[in-house]
Each structure stands twice: as structure tokens, then as C-alpha cells.
């Protein structure tokens, strides 16, 4: 508080003068001991004015750039926490791009160069740990760009967690010990303003004895002199109170002005007291709100980290969490909780009609109505894509009412945009046990259960059972063995004849791919077709089917008389990469004529996209390739479609040619087929035929070609070569052959 002093000059009268000449030795006298004190005090007050000074000086360049630091350390923080929650989303969600990930990688490099900008903040060890550790998240967003599939990028993600956490762990810790380092510099200031005081006393000391022979002397020497003393050392001490006053409040951030504007040495420290208490106040308040918003932006990345965006529920992360605490609970009690895996059905055809914005908002209505119908000490969560995981606890009736509950709550008709969805669920269940299997077994088991559920006809539970995880073993094993039978050329193609059933002679025939196991002997394509479908091996097995038949087809067009080969196209190969493009390389490459070639597809694969379909098929057709409409008769066969197709050739099921001379029906529909095929000026070939009765049957009816055990079986390349030596007496030989067996 400023001390308002007047000064009052005290009327020297005359006959004081007397008093002035009697006093003047004792005033000189006075005056050399005034002045040793003064030079004493003087002396006390400038260093005390330096060291002060040059602290704040030292505490104000150490914070300035410790804050910048901190503040650079806060920014790349906040990018590795947007990092590893985009490094989540990426894993879990197929559909989400790159372009965020690229963001943060560009944001991590800039943040380095500015890192390496503070060498004389950081020690050489601190700032080349921070810099290594950033180079390792660069180098995992590098490798994520380039990492393609779910499995991969979630196995990359268990890979390389620990050094993101490592990172933020080190983050932390450097900013803490900057928060310890900010803590000695202000001790070290309040140890300045103490040694103030000290140095303040022992000035007090100088001026207090100055002080009483000032006063002593102005008795008998000049009063106004003496009051002229007094005020000005009361006011000197009064300001260093000030001062010492001020830099108190300043090292405990009380915003006030500086007590007084004077121009001399002390008006100037005050001056220097309050820039520099305005210069700590505003680091100290951006430093907070850095804080502040550092912690806001962890909490938004804790809640990306653990909570579905789309629908507020629990994520594939926390759940697993949670399903943790539960699969250690069961080591204790036995049948306490209870694993739900929910798969909405035939979602994927609401989101191609309707929109994907439609599908969105039927994931948050049942999410919705799942949360009403658990209790609050069950977990929920969207595992990914239209997924859900539930963990129930205390289930005596093993959650048989609790998934009635959920069928029934989501069969109920969802209203969006006025469009009425009707949506079902199939849930796989398992009891959360802890017995020599882990989480990861769980979530297995459960997902097990559900396709049995999808294969069972959807819109129904099932419970796990080892049956399930056996077989599932097998299909796994089947796998593994079928990419090793890739990788070591266990497939072969054998060939069945196609016979002109009126000249008897070999016009074509079928590729067939069969499967020789070094251990387990020939393997059935029924087998290992439906496995090389599901892991999306059959392109690649496609691919080589196609090759090795144009292969053959050329080898046996250069030795014998031109055959059409015809090779069995599946859907994913058709829906695949250009398969016109590959067929056209194929035949330049091995220089057969496309007259000679021919595909072969069911009417399963049309039924997706009628018009895209056609679009391949006529790329393929104008390479001069013939196309087989195989098993003709047992799909959903319709004359609006058959039409327009571009086909020139029709393969009766073999079905129908079994049991067309028993059932009168089934003989109708071969005789419809054939002349269909007639009219249609397409080229038809029966399947199946066993027995001469039958082949009369086709021949009577204009069946152009064959195929069937009554001719030939499924053989390898060399024996179709041997069949044509036969020619023209093939259909004579394998009948006669058939009847002797």
C-alpha cells in the first residue's frame, strides 16, 4: 500500500544562526558518518537490485521457453492420442480412409523439426528419446498406409501399441519434469525475494543507525535538514517493503499495479517487477489452458478409444475389457455371465436399396431398444459393422428369455423416413468360462454359434458346442491344406468327354478340377470348392484352371482334331478383376483359338446383377469365347432374362436327365429345354447320362451333345488324348463297357 508523505520544511529563524556556526563542526563530523553509512546502504541496495533483477531475467527466459516446449510437447501428444484412435478406427472399421492418418503424420513431422529447435531446453538424452519414439509412430502410420485387411492392420495394432503408449508415457514424463523444474525455479525466486529481505535488514540497520544520529544531531543542528533525512529514508524503506511486497504477489499470481511510478532506481525495478508479473501471468494462463485442453482432447480420445461414434456404445476395445473382468470373475463363480454375439440378418441388402444413411440410423434404433432391454449391469457393444456383443450376468435359464426378449423386441417394425424396415438377428451364445481357454476363445466360440445360426436359416440362436469348435478345427486345417495344395500343385484337372450323341464322336469337353492329397488321396471338389469360396482362394485356383485348360486345349489341338474346352467360372471370379482381360492374356498366351474355348456359369451368379452380368458376358462373348448357361432348370430360370443373355450354349442338370424316363414331368422339362434351345439357336448338352436308354431318350429328341459315366469319367489329360483314338466308336465302347459292369 503506498505511503503518501508529505514534506513539511520546518522556518529556519534567525537565531538559529548562532546555533548553525556552533554546530557545523559537528555537522561535518556527522556528515563523514552520514556518508560511510549511506555508501553501506547504497552499497546493500544495488546488489540487492541486481541479483534480483537478473532472477527474474533467469526465471523469465526459463519459462518462456519451457512453456514453448511444453506447449510443442502437448501438440504432439494430442496428435499420437488422435493417432492411436484413428489406428483403432482404421482396424475395426473397413471403411474408414487414410486421409486422417496422412494428417497426423504430416502434423508428427512438423512437430519434430520444432522439436529439434530446443536442444538448449531439452538434454541431449530427453530429446533424442521423444525424437526415436516419434520416429517409431511415423514408421507404424507408414506401415498402416500400406497394410491392407482387418486382420492385418488389428495384428499391426497389437504389434505396436506398446511404443505409442511408451511415446505419451514419455510425453508425460518430460512435462512433469518440467512442472518440477518451473517448481525449483520459483523456489529459487522466493529464496531471491528472502535474501531481499535480508539484505532490506540489514540496509534497515545502516539506516537505522544513520537514522538516530540524524535525529540526534538535529537538535542541535538544521531540523528541516533532518526531517528532509527522515522522510526520504522512511519513503526509500517504505518502497524496498513495496517492492519486496509486490515481487511476494507476483510469485502468487495476485494481479495488481506497481505500487508507485517513480523514476528512480526502485521506480524502475517495480516497473521491470510488473512486466514481468504480466509476462508470468500470461504463460501461467496459456499454460493452463493448454492443460485444459490437453485434458479435453483426452477425454474425446478416450471416448473415441472405447465408444462406438455411430450409436454411444461400448467398442469392440472396451468390451473385450470388459469381457476380461468377467472371464476372471468365472475362475471364482461358475455360470456368472454369459456372452451374446448378435449379426443383424441380410443388413448388407438394407444398406445397397435403402442407403447407407438408412442403415446408420436402424443401428442406432436397435442399439436403442437392445439398451432397454438389458440391465445396467450388462454390457453392450457394437463389435463392428452390424455386430453386437452382450455380456449378461446371473442368467439362470442360460439367457434363453433374455434372447426371446431381444427377437422380439428387434423384429418389431422400424419407421425411418416414413419406410417401414422389418429387420431379424442371429445371436451365437457361450457361457463365459474360464477353463483352458482364453478371451479371444470366447468371442470365437460365440462367433461360431452365430454362423450356425446364419446357416440354420437365420432368425434363431444357437449354442456353442464342441461339435461346432471340431469342425470349425477342420475347416482350418482344410484351409491351410488347401493353400498348401496351391503351393505345391496338388490340383489337377481331369476332363469329361462331351459326345455328339448322333455321330457318336467327341466334340468338347468339361474341365474338371480335382484334388490329389499326398495323405488323404483324392479329395471331392464338394469338399474343397465350398472352403476355396469362403477364404477367397477360388480366384486364384480359378485363374490356374483357366490357364492349365487353355494350356491342354492348345496341346491337344496341335496332336488331334479341334475340341472345345469348357471351364466352370465361380462368382467371385466372375465379379472379380476383369475376367476378359485375363481370359484375352491367356489366349495369347498360349495360342489357342477362343473358338476353342468356353465358360461355363450358373444361374446363381446372374441373379445378383442381371445388367452387370450381361455386361461381363458380352465383353467375353465378342473375344469370340462360347458361354455355357450351366444346370439349366434348378435356379430361378426365366425366359425375361434367358433373352437377353449373350449364351450359346445350355446344360440340362443332371437331375432332370436321372429321372426323365421314370417321372413324366422331369422328361417334359428335358424335352422343353431341348427345343427351347432349338428355337433359341443354342447348342444343348444333357449331364449325367448313365445309360443307354437315356442317351436314346436325348438322341430321339435332338439332343445335340453328351456327357456322362455312360461315355467316359473324369480323367486326366493323357487319357482324354487316348479316348479320341477311339473316335467315332467312343459311344459304342464305354456302352458296351457299362453294360459288362
Avoid at 469342425?471 to 500343385?489: F, G, S, V, W
Amino acid at each position: 500500500m503506498l505511503i503518501q508523505t508529505r514534506k513539511r520544511l520546518l522556518p529556519i529563524e534567525a537565531i538559529m544562526l548562532v546555533q548553525v556556526i556552533v554546530y557545523t563542526v559537528i555537522l561535518l563530523l556527522v556528515t563523514g558518518y552520514a556518508y560511510n553509512e549511506l555508501i553501506k546502504a547504497g552499497s546493500v541496495f544495488d546488489v540487492t537490485h541486481k541479483e534480483t533483477k537478473t532472477t527474474l531475467e533467469e526465471v523469465q527466459s526459463a519459462l518462456k521457453n519451457r512453456i514453448r516446449v511444453h506447449t510443442e510437447l502437448l501438440e504432439i501428444n494430442h496428435s499420437i492420442k488422435s493417432f492411436e484412435s484413428e489406428f483403432n478406427l482404421l482396424t475395426f472399421d473397413p471403411e474408414r480412409t487414410d486421409d486422417k492418418v496422412i494428417q497426423i503424420i504430416q502434423e508428427l513431422t512438423d512437430h519434430t523439426e520444432h522439436l529439434k529447435g530446443f536442444s538448449h531446453v531439452l538434454s541431449a538424452e530427453k530429446l533424442d528419446s521423444l525424437l526415436e519414439n516419434i520416429s517409431i509412430v511415423l514408421d507404424v502410420a507408414d506401415e498402416l498406409l500400406i497394410t491392407p485387411g482387418f486382420n492385418y492392420r488389428y495384428q499391426l495394432f497389437r504389434d505396436t501399441v506398446d511404443p505409442i503408449v511408451e511415446l505419451s508415457l514419455s510425453i508425460d514424463h518430460t512435462t512433469h519434469q518440467f512442472a518440477d523444474e518451473n517448481n525449483k525455479l520459483s523456489d529459487k525466486l522466493v529464496t531471491r525475494m528472502e535474501k531481499a529481505d535480508t539484505d532490506l535488514s540489514d540496509f534497515n540497520n545502516h539506516t537505522s543507525k544513520l537514522g538516530n544520529l540524524i535525529l540526534l544531531s538535529a537538535i542541535s543542528v538544521l531540523l528541516i535538514a533532518v526531517a528532509m533525512q527522515i522522510i526520504f529514508f522512511r519513503n526509500l524503506r517504505s518502497r524496498l517493503i513495496m517492492l519486496a511486497e509486490y515481487a511476494d504477489d507476483i510469485a502468487h499470481e495476485v494481479v495488481r499495479p506497481p505500487p508507485f511510478k517513480s523514476r528512480d532506481k526502485t521506480g524502475h525495478l517495480a516497473v521491470h517487477l510488473a512486466l514481468m508479473g504480466r509476462r508470468i501471468r500470461h504463460l501461467l494462463k496459456i499454460s493452463r489452458e493448454e492443460n485444459k485442453r490437453a485434458d479435453n482432447a483426452l477425454k474425446e480420445v478416450e471416448k473415441l478409444a472405447y465408444y462406438d461414434p455411430l450409436t454411444g456404445l461400448e467398442n469392440r476395445r472396451l468390451f473385450n475389457e470388459h469381457l476380461n473382468d468377467a472371464f476372471e470373475l468365472s475362475k471364482r463363480y461358475a455360470n456368472n455371465a454369459i456372452l451374446f454375439f448378435l449379426d443383424l440378418d441380410n443388413f448388407k441388402n438394407i444398406n445397397d436399396s435403402m442407403g447407407h444413411d438408412i442403415g446408420d440410423e436402424l443401428l442406432k434404433e436397435l442399439a436403442n431398444r437392445l439398451k432397454h432391454i438389458l440391465r445396467s449391469s450388462d454390457h453392450l457393444a457394437r463389435l463392428g459393422g452390424d455386430e453386437f456383443g452382450i455380456i449378461a450376468f446371473h442368467q439362470p435359464d442360460n439367457g434363453v428369455r433374455l434372447v426371446q426378449r431381444i427377437n422380439e423386441s428387434l423384429r418389431q417394425p422400424v419407421i425411418i423416413n416414413d419406410q417401414e424396415i422389418e429387420i431379424t438377428v442371429s445371436v451365437g451364445i457361450t457361457d463365459v468360462e474360464s477353463e483352458n481357454i482364453s478371451v479371444s476363445d470366447l468371442m470365437r466360440r460365440a462367433d461360431l454359434a452365430m454362423y450356425q445360426a446364419k446357416a440354420e436359416g437365420r432368425d434363431t440362436y444357437k449354442y456353442f458346442s464342441r461339435t461346432m469348435q471340431d469342425r470349425a478345427d477342420q475347416q482350418m486345417d482344410l484351409t491351410r491344406e488347401l493353400r498348401n495344395a496351391i503351393k505345391h500343385q496338388q490340383l489337377q484337372l481331369f476332363y469329361q468327354p462331351q459326345i455328339d450323341l448322333i455321330s457318336g464322336t467327341i466334340k468338347g469337353a468339361e474341365a474338371l478340377i480335382r484334388w490329389i492329397h499326398p495323405e488323404r488321396g483324392m479329395i471331392p471338389p464338394d469338399i474343397f470348392i465350398p472352403v476355396a469360396e469362403e477364404t477367397g482362394l477360388i480366384s486364384e485356383i480359378g485363374d490356374w484352371v483357366i490357364d492349365t485348360a487353355c494350356t491342354d486345349a492348345a496341346s491337344y489341338l496341335a496332336q488331334r482334331q479341334p475340341i472345345t474346352v469348357a471351364v466352370n467360372v465361380s462368382a467371385r471370379q466372375f465379379y472379380g478383376r476383369s475376367l476378359s482381360k485375363y481370359i484375352n492374356n491367356i489366349l495369347q498366351n498360349t495360342q489357342l483359338s477362343p473358338g476353342f474355348f468356353e465358360i461355363e456359369i450358373t444361374e446363381g451368379i446372374l441373379l445378383d446383377d442381371i445388367d452387370h452380368a450381361i455386361s461381363v458376358l458380352k465383353q467375353i462373348r465378342d473375344l469370340g469365347v462360347r458361354i455355357s448357361l450351366d444346370d439349366f432348370g434348378t435356379g430361378y430360370s426365366s425366359l425375361s432374362y434367358l433373352k437377353q443373355l449373350p449364351i450359346d450354349v445350355l446344360k440340362i442338370d443332371r437331375s432332370f436327365i436321372s429321372n426323365m424316363l421314370e417321372h413324366r414331368k422331369d422328361g417334359a422339362i428335358v424335352k422343353t429345354i431341348i427345343e427351347l434351345a432349338h428355337h433359341m439357336d443354342l447348342t444343348v448338352v444333357a449331364e449325367g447320362i448313365e445309360t443307354e436308354q437315356e442317351a436314346s431318350f436325348l438322341r430321339e429328341h435332338r439332343c445335340h451333345f453328351g456327357q456322362g459315366y455312360l461315355f467316359a469319367r473324369p480323367a486326366p489329360f493323357e487319357n482324354l488324348l487316348a479316348a479320341t483314338e477311339q473316335d467315332s466308336q467312343i459311344f459304342q465302347f464305354n456302352h458296351h463297357q457299362t453294360v459288362n459292369q
